[in-house]
């Protein structure tokens, strides 16, 4: 009956000792995946964070590219204007220049001084014109590359 107290008890003994090992084993584990847990988590929140950086870049870029097209376009629409001022203001002196004409025709003398006067005043009128057209054209690149 000893012998066989004895055979139970180093069998319940080995069994708890097996048990307790699993227990340690066990716990090991747990402590690895708590480790890798927090890690996850960094990798996770630091991933999101690159996409959403990613995104503000692109949002950034998208919107970069709308206002150089807008201003692109906002300076093209001036430069028609002044174009087309100029070439209105040309037009206006080619009809000043024949009105000129068909007076000096009728009044020589008199007519050639006031075409000389108009001539000069016409001439600082395009060179003035002109100024401005380059003013304008200059400040056009000029928004331009502070757009850029």
């Known amino acids: ?12 003994t080995e069994s708890f000792t097996e048990m307790r090992l699993k227990v340690i084993k066990q716990q090991e584990v747990i402590k690895q995946l708590a480790a890798k847990q927090p890690q996850e988590a ?6 999101r964070q690159q996409q959403e ?4 870049q692109e949002a950034r870029q998208q919107l970069a590219v709308k206002q150089q097209q807008e201003a692109r376009q906002q ?3 001036e430069l028609e204007s002044v174009t087309e001022s100029f070439t209105e203001m040309r037009l206006k002196v080619i009809k000043q220049q024949e009105v000129i004409k068909q007076l000096a025709a009728k009044q020589p003398q008199e007519a050639r001084q006031q075409q000389e006067a108009r001539q000069q005043q016409e001439a600082r009128q395009q060179q003035e014109a002109r100024q ?3 003013a304008r054209q200059q400040l056009a690149v000029k928004q ?5």
């Open 132 to 134: 401005q057209q380059e």
């Open 53 to 56: 950086a990613r995104q503000q």
């Open 75 to 77: 300076m093209a629409a």
């Open 144 to 148: 331009q590359q502070e757009a850029r």
């Open 42 to 47: 960094r990798q996770q929140q630091e991933a």
């Open 1 to 12: 009956a000893r012998q066989q107290m004895a055979a139970e008890l180093e069998s319940v």
